[in-house]
C-alpha cells in the first residue's frame, strides 16, 4: 500500500514518480535492463498528460531518469536544466501594456538610461534590441502600465546564474550557482532538476545486507518533522530502518554539537574579526565565496550540523557508511568540497526517500515505533531560520560566556545579500549574521514535500517533543570532545 500523499503540482508528482520508478527497479536489481519502459510507465498515453504530445513527454522523462541516476558526470553542478523541458519563456522582460495612457510627461523614456522607448501617437513602446532590463521605465511610470515578465527561473535565482542561449533556453553559469535549488521548485515546466544518488544509496544498503562490515546510517535532518505528517516521526524513523538502513540519527544532535562549539568560537574570534557569520547552510556559506569573497574569513571555521553528525558517527563506528536525508539540494555539493569528502557518502532528499519508502512499499502508517537518538529542542530549531541564533544565545548563557552578541538573523538569500552589502561597508548593526538561503530555513528547502506557513509550528513542536530541554544534556553521553568540528 502506498503512503498518503499530497504533491503540491504535477511537477513535483512527475519528479516523483519518476524517483519511485528508479527507486523501484534499482532495487529488483532490474534497471539497466528495463530502464527504456520507464518513460513509458510514467507516460502511457496515447494522450498527453502535460505536453504537446506524448513522444515529447517521453523524451523529458528520459531524460528526467538520467538525472535522477545521477546526471552527466562531467558536469559537476548539482542543479541541470533538461533542454527539451524548458519552455524558452518570452525573453523580453519588459513591455509597455494597454495601461499606456500616453501622458505628456514621458516619464517613462526620460528615465531610460539607453534610449530604449520611443512614442507613436503618445503611447511608449520599448526598443527590445537597445533593452538593457534595468527597469527604470517600470519604477518612473505613473500608471505603472510597464509590466516586467521576468522568466520565474532567473527571477528566483538571487545569485544572477541563469541566462539564456541563442534558442532561449535556460543556462545555468556553474560558477555562478550556489545549487540553492532555488530554480528548480520556481520552473513552472519542471526543466531544472537536482542530479540524484538515489541509486548509489540503494546499491550501498544491498552491499551491507551481505557484508556486516558495512554499516549504513542514516541522518535526517530536523526539517523532516514538517514533511510526513500523517504519521508520527517514530513510524518515518522505523519505515527508514526497513529500507535497511543499520540505525537513524538526528542531525539535531550535530546542530547540539555545532551550536557549543560555534559559541565559543565566536567569543574567540569575534573582537578581533568584529563579526561572524553561520556556516550551517551551505548555500548560503557558497554566495559569501562567490560574491564576497573579501568576506570569506568571517565565515564561522565550525562545520555543519550535517557533517558534525557524520564525524560523531564515524567516531563511534569505524563500519559507518553516512546518508543524509533533508530538504537541501545545496547538501549534495557541501559532501563533494575537498575538506569535507570522507564525512558523509551520500546525500538524498526528502522527495527521494518518500519515492524510496513507495518502491519498497512501505507504509508509515503501519509501521511501529523506531526510537530515534535524541537531540534537544535548540538542535531541533535549527531547521527553521532564526533556530542558530536561539541556539547559540542559549549557549552563551548557561555557560555563562563574556561576550556580546547581537545577530542578525537573515531570512532567505535576499535578506542575506542585504546585511553582507551593509558588512562590506563595516555598516552592520551587529556581530554575528545568521544566514539562511531559503525563507523561512531548511523547512523550506526545494527538496522538501511541500512548503508552507505551517511548516515552522510543526518544527517548534518537534523540538518542544525532546526529552533534553537542553544541550550540555543532549551531548552528556557523547565523548565530542575528541571530534573535530572545525573544517579541515
Known amino acids: 500500500m502506498q503512503n498518503v500523499r499530497k504533491f503540491e503540482n504535477d511537477v ?7 524517483l519511485r520508478e528508479v527507486a523501484r527497479f534499482a532495487m529488483e536489481g532490474t534497471l539497466e535492463e528495463k530502464l527504456d519502459t520507464i518513460p513509458l510507465i510514467i507516460d502511457p498515453g496515447p494522450e498527453p498528460r502535460t505536453r504537446c504530445c506524448i513522444y515529447k513527454e517521453r523524451a523529458i522523462t528520459k531524460e528526467r531518469v538520467k538525472l535522477a541516476m545521477g546526471g552527466n558526470k562531467e558536469n559537476k553542478n548539482i542543479v541541470e536544466v533538461i533542454d527539451i523541458a524548458c519552455d524558452r519563456c518570452p525573453i523580453n522582460r519588459f513591455f509597455v501594456t494597454e495601461a499606456c495612457r500616453g501622458c505628456l510627461a514621458h516619464r517613462c523614456s526620460e528615465a531610460c538610461p539607453r ?41 528566483a535565482c538571487v545569485s544572477g546564474a541563469i541566462s539564456n542561449d541563442e534558442s532561449k533556453k535556460a543556462v545555468i553559469d556553474n560558477d555562478k550557482c550556489i545549487q540553492c535549488g532555488a530554480c528548480v521548485i520556481q520552473c513552472p515546466f519542471g526543466a531544472i532538476m537536482d542530479k540524484s544518488f538515489i541509486v548509489d544509496v540503494i546499491k550501498i544498503l544491498d552491499e551491507s545486507k551481505k557484508n556486516k562490515d558495512i554499516h549504513v546510517y542514516a541522518i535526517i535532518a530536523p526539517a523532516i518533522s514538517s514533511q510526513f505528517t500523517y504519521a508520527k516521526i517514530e513510524q518515518v524513523v522505523s519505515g527508514i530502518k526497513k529500507l535497511g538502513f543499520h540505525d537513524v540519527v538526528e542531525v539535531a544532535l550535530g546542530a547540539d554539537m555545532v551550536a557549543l562549539n560555534e559559541a565559543e568560537e565566536f567569543k574567540e574570534t569575534v573582537e578581533e574579526k568584529g563579526y561572524v557569520t553561520s556556516s550551517c547552510c551551505p548555500a548560503f556559506v557558497s554566495y559569501i565565496k562567490k560574491y564576497y569573497p573579501q568576506l570569506a574569513d568571517k565565515i ?10 557524520a564525524r560523531l558517527i564515524k567516531d563511534i563506528d569505524d563500519k559507518a557508511k553516512v546518508v543524509f536525508i533533508g530538504p537541501c539540494i545545496a547538501k549534495k555539493a557541501e559532501i563533494t568540497e575537498g575538506e569535507l569528502k570522507e564525512d558523509v557518502d551520500f546525500v538524498i532528499t526528502f522527495e527521494e526517500l518518500a519515492a524510496m519508502l513507495d518502491a519498497a512499499e512501505i507504509n508509515l502508517a503501519e509501521c511501529g515505533d523506531g526510537e530515534l537518538n535524541n537531540a534537544s529542542y535548540f538542535g531541533r530549531i535549527f531547521a527553521r531560520s532564526g533556530g542558530v541564533t536561539e541556539s547559540i544565545k542559549h549557549v552563551i548563557e548557561v555557560k555563562k560566556l563574556d ?23 563595516k555598516r552592520l548593526n551587529g556581530n554575528f ?16 514535500l511541500h512548503h508552507g506557513p505551517k511548516d515552522k509550528n510543526e518544527v517548534d513542536k518537534y523540538g518542544k517533543l525532546a526529552l533534553e530541554k537542553d544541550i550540555e544534556s543532549s551531548l552528556r553521553v557523547f565523548e565530542i570532545k575528541n571530534i573535530d568540528l572545525n573544517r579541515k
Open 12 to 18: 513535483q508528482l512527475i519528479k516523483y514518480e519518476v
Open 433 to 448: 549574521i545568521e544566514g539562511m538561503a531559503c525563507q523561512g530555513g531548511c523547512i523550506a528547502g526545494p527538496a522538501s
Open 300 to 309: 564561522s571555521n565550525t562545520v555543519s550540523p550535517m557533517i558534525a553528525t
Open 403 to 425: 561576550v556580546d552578541f547581537t545577530p542578525v538573523p537573515c531570512d532567505g538569500l535576499k535578506e542575506c545579500d542585504k546585511s553582507l552589502k551593509m558588512a562590506k561597508v
Open 115 to 155: 534610449g530604449a522607448i520611443y512614442h507613436v501617437g503618445g503611447r511608449s513602446y520599448i526598443d527590445q534590441d537597445k533593452c538593457v532590463e534595468c527597469g527604470r521605465c517600470k519604477e518612473a511610470c505613473p500608471y505603472n502600465a510597464i509590466a516586467d515578465v521576468m522568466r520565474p527561473c532567473r527571477k
